[in-house]
């Protein structure tokens, strides 16, 4: 919005041409959505605080180890969701298909993470919304989403996987790039939800994740860098480097009060909603699969539910004390800060070789 009212300007004054440079607006978007987190969280804790459903926000199995937490209120995903949405329609270009297609995933599953919270917060009901009533709507969202994503990438590689560090490299899955869209949305979404267990624990990872993706949404909008790197060059993905910045901001605003000991949980609001834009922005890019890489940490999450439930059903064990891992590090006696700690430091690892794959080719 400000982006197309201040760029014209350029031609009466020098200062205005800063905004069409994108590095300088991506600054703004992670300064305005920090902003208006904190101008949003004490009052939104506040009412959240006279909702709360008392300590049906903990889950049963985990009431022992997080009675403490008992009372602390959800849904602060609503404060991300709001300061990255608000900030993205500042700053960026609202001409640009890309940004609406990320808006509508990032939106229309946080929206289906808002309805999950809020029959928690209301019905006291910790179950919330079914399991499969979340996927029909994650599918049938990332569904419209990846039809548009396909219908703007270049003809070339729109139904086409990019495979890393070998250069010029893709795999043609034609209309199957459908589902397969569907799948990189969907997995790192309900991926940062499970592994959204621990005060601060999913929220740096993300926005170590939103910081790589902005780079590479800028490298990969931009045919000189494009080139010299040989990554595909998409046109107008760079655009998607403001909305990764209002995520690193809405992240380090939301930080700010979910820090140990935490004033406030995202919920589903937030998780699902950041994981469904960072796997749209993933297939935009063509770096789906570097996706795996950087974000790791909830590959890491994820897998350890599927073998621990596949393991219980085909044999009776279990592998893990609990999952995802990191309860089953809580009940091997790690505490949290020391369990929250580890993990970013491994979200970093593991964020620094998949950012390598750019140059390894």
């Given amino acids: 919005m400000l982006y197309h009212l201040l760029t014209p300007l350029a031609e009466y004054h020098i200062f205005f041409n800063l905004f069409n440079y994108l590095t300088f607006r991506t600054g703004l978007a992670v300064m305005t959505a920090l902003l208006l987190c904190f101008l949003m969280a004490p009052k939104l804790i506040l009412w959240l605080k006279s909702k709360q459903a008392g300590s049906d926000n903990i889950r049963e199995y985990l009431e022992e180890a997080h009675a403490s937490k008992a009372g602390t209120p959800t849904m602060g995903g609503v404060m991300i969701l709001l300061s990255v949405t608000v900030s993205t329609l500042l700053w960026a270009d609202l001409s640009n298909p890309f940004i609406w297609l990320a808006l509508l995933v990032m939106v229309g599953y946080g929206m289906i993470g808002f309805a999950d919270d809020y029959l928690k917060l209301t019905k006291r009901n910790s179950k919330g919304l079914s399991g499969k009533l979340k996927i029909l709507a994650q599918l049938i969202i990332g569904g419209i989403a990846a039809f548009g994503i396909m219908y703007n990438l270049p003809g070339h590689i729109n139904q086409h996987i990019a495979i890393p560090v070998l250069k010029d490299t893709f795999i043609f899955i034609g209309l199957f790039f459908i589902p397969w869209a569907l799948l990189v949305m969907i997995g790192a979404s309900n991926a940062v939800n499970l592994t959204d267990g621990l005060d601060g624990l999913a929220i740096v990872p993300v926005a170590i994740v939103a910081a790589c993706f902005g780079l590479i949404s800028y490298l990969v909008g931009n045919e000189i860098f494009a080139d010299y790197l040989r990554i595909p060059y998409v046109v107008g993905t760079g655009e998607l480097a ?33 994981g469904g834009v960072l796997g749209a922005i993933a297939v935009m890019v063509k770096h789906e699969l570097v996706l795996a890489l950087i974000g790791g940490l909830f590959v890491l999450e994820t897998v350890s539910v ?5 393991s219980f059903k085909l044999t009776g064990k279990r592998v893990f004390a609990m999952a995802p891992l990191h309860h089953h590090f809580e009940k091997k006696g790690w505490s949290e800060p020391t369990i929250v700690i580890r ?6 690892i593991l964020a620094m070789i998949g950012m390598a794959t750019l140059k390894l080719r």
């Fill in 343 to 348: 993990f970013w430091i491994i979200a970093v």
């Fill in 242 to 274: 403001i909305l990764c910045g209002a995520l690193i901001g809405g992240a380090m605003g939301f930080l700010w009060y979910n820090a140990p000991p935490a004033m406030i949980f995202m919920g589903d609001t937030g998780s699902l909603a950041m």
């Fill in 306 to 310: 599927i073998v621990q439930v596949a």
